[in-house]
Structures are given as structure tokens and as C-alpha cells.
């Protein structure tokens, strides 16, 4: 099926973008990566009576590495956080969390803030932003604002951006130094979506965790951070059975609908399932990195 007529604008500037936004409301759709809403065009699940084109407007494509946090801007590519390279441990859970996202060709034109305009339960970078306590920055008419991401999705496809607005980019805290992170997840086939994903970043200190986030996708029908679970772990030695406690008190904070080949039962522990092996990774990970940062100080010069 062919998508519906529509008038095509390719504004060159978020003003730009805005205006056009604020005077089509409802009947007007952004495109950024189009992964998404071109497949709705396709069928004629929307029918908008104008596409908004924000790909030539400049600054959105860059990822910048403050003080206190990292910012992605609207059109930057899942490709690009499958490269990340930069001095933070959110480059390794991006680095991590990308290869999960459809397939390459997706990956080379789809877009991080998309994923988080369209509010997919089963997405990663949804889960992601949630764990990590983004904040999606929004532009419209009345100015802007950023929405914390625990506030941003409110259902299946349904976010706090209102119609006149438009996504120029998501602010993440940069978690502390020495956080290591791990990511899993249950899918039926490669590239499919998720029927159940987990990440995990921690901190250890004096063997104990001292910092840690939770995040789960499709555990409900808005992406969660596991709280209460995380509150379990903190300031606790990371033995196996706390991290299996853990991993249950995370499945337990969840409410997944029931699908025909995942029924609610079977996506809870496939979650704690998931949640324990990532604890049970992270904790390794951050064990090791503590070994070579001591073997590191042992050969360093002037040491007898």
C-alpha cells in the first residue's frame, strides 16, 4: 500500500520547524530517521496532512561531553552510539545496547531520539533513558523544556511531547567514574523486538555497591527502572544470592502484558533471568577492572 498525499516540508532551522509544527498540530508528523513512520505511512496507520523533514537542520547530529552529562542530539544515528568512543562509561552501555537495534541498515538511518519519540515498550534506548535519568529537551512554541524521561512516556506510542513540538535532543547524567555497565536480552528472532531486555550499571567501592541503575524493556507498557530492586543491592557485597534476590525483586516491580509467545508468567523470569545475569556480569566486569587498576598502581614508576 501507498502512504496517503501529504505536503512534504524540509525546514532549515528549529524555528523553522516549530512554526510548521504549531500550524498543522496534530495533522503533521516529524521525519528524522523515518524508521518507523515510514512503515505507518506505508499502511496508512497515520495519514498526516504534512511530513516535517528536520534532517537539514544543523547542530542535531553532534554528541556533546559536558561536566555533568552527555548530550545527543535529535539526529544522531544508532550507528553513531555503536561507535561511541567517547570518555565516559555511557560510550560502553551504548556501545553495548546498539548492536540489539534492528538491523544495520536500520541502525545507519534511525535516529536515538526517534526511538524515545515513538515510545516503543520494547525498546532499548527507551529502557535506557529511563535507568539513566534522561531528559528529553522539546521545542515549541511556547519555548522549551526538558521532560524527565520517568515522566516522558506515558503508554504503548504515547510520550508527553505535545503536537506542536518538536525533539531536539536527550540529556543524560554521566553516571560516576568507574561505573561499569551489561546489557541482555530475549528476543525470538535476530533484529526482532525485544520480548524482554535488561541493563545494569554499578558501581563498586570497598567491594560494595555503591551505585547502581536498573532498567527493563517491554516489562510493562512503559519502559521501567527497577527501584526498589536497586535499593536492595545498594551498599551490600554483590554475593550470588543477592544478586539473585535482586534480579527477582526487579521482576517482581514489573507488569508485561501477555502476548501468544511470551505470556506475562514467562516474561517476568525471563526479566529476573536477564536482570541476575547482567548484575552477575557487571560485578565481574567491575572486579576486574579493580585488579588491573591495582596492578596498574603496583608498576608504576618509583615503586620498589
Not at 511530513?51 to 544508532?78: C, F, Q, T, Y
Request: proline share 9%; with cysteine.
Amino acid at each position: 500500500m501507498k502512504p496517503a498525499q501529504f505536503d512534504y516540508v524540509a525546514p532549515a532551522s528549529v524555528p523553522e520547524a516549530v512554526a510548521v509544527l504549531a500550524e498543522h498540530g496534530p495533522e503533521s508528523r516529524v521525519l528524522a530517521g523515518g524508521q518507523s513512520l515510514l512503515i505507518e505511512l506505508r499502511y496508512r496507520t497515520v495519514r498526516p496532512a504534512v511530513v516535517v523533514d528536520v534532517n537539514r537542520i544543523p547542530g542535531l547530529s553532534e554528541i556533546a561531553v559536558e561536566d555533568g552529562s552527555v548530550h545527543v542530539g535529535a539526529l544522531v544515528r544508532h550507528a553513531q552510539l555503536e561507535r561511541a568512543r567517547f570518555d565516559d562509561p555511557l560510550a560502553g552501555l551504548f556501545r553495548q545496547v546498539a548492536p540489539y537495534v534492528a538491523h544495520p541498515p536500520i541502525r545507519a538511518r534511525g535516529t536515538f531520539a526517534g526511538s524515545l519519540a515513538w515510545a516503543h515498550p520494547a525498546s532499548e534506548w527507551c529502557a535506557l533513558a529511563v535507568a539513566m535519568g534522561a531528559g528529553i529537551e522539546v521545542e515549541g512554541p511556547a519555548g522549551r523544556r526538558t521532560v524527565r524521561a520517568d515522566s516522558w512516556f506515558r503508554g504503548p506510542f504515547t510520550t508527553a511531547c505535545l503536537p506542536e513540538e518538536l525533539v531536539t535532543g536527550v540529556r543524560l547524567p554521566r553516571p560516576p567514574a568507574g561505573a561499569v555497565s551489561a546489557f541482555a536480552e530475549h528476543r525470538r528472532t535476530h533484529g526482532s523486538f525485544a520480548l524482554a531486555a535488561a541493563l545494569v550499571m554499578l558501581r563498586l567501592a570497598g567491594g560494595r555497591v555503591d551505585w547502581v541503575r536498573i532498567g527493563l524493556a517491554n516489562a510493562a507498557d512503559v519502559p521501567l527502572r527497577a527501584v526498589e530492586a536497586e535499593r536492595h543491592l545498594a551498599g551490600h557485597l554483590p554475593e550470588p544470592e543477592l544478586l539473585a534476590e535482586t534480579a527477582s525483586r526487579a521482576s517482581a516491580e514489573t507488569d508485561p502484558p501477555g502476548e501468544p509467545h511470551a505470556p506475562a508468567a514467562y516474561r517476568r523470569h525471563a526479566l529476573a533471568t536477564l536482570v541476575r545475569r547482567c548484575l552477575t556480569r557487571a560485578v565481574q566486569n567491575a572486579r576486574m577492572d579493580a585488579v588491573q587498576g591495582a596492578r596498574t598502581d603496583d608498576e608504576s614508576p618509583g615503586t620498589p
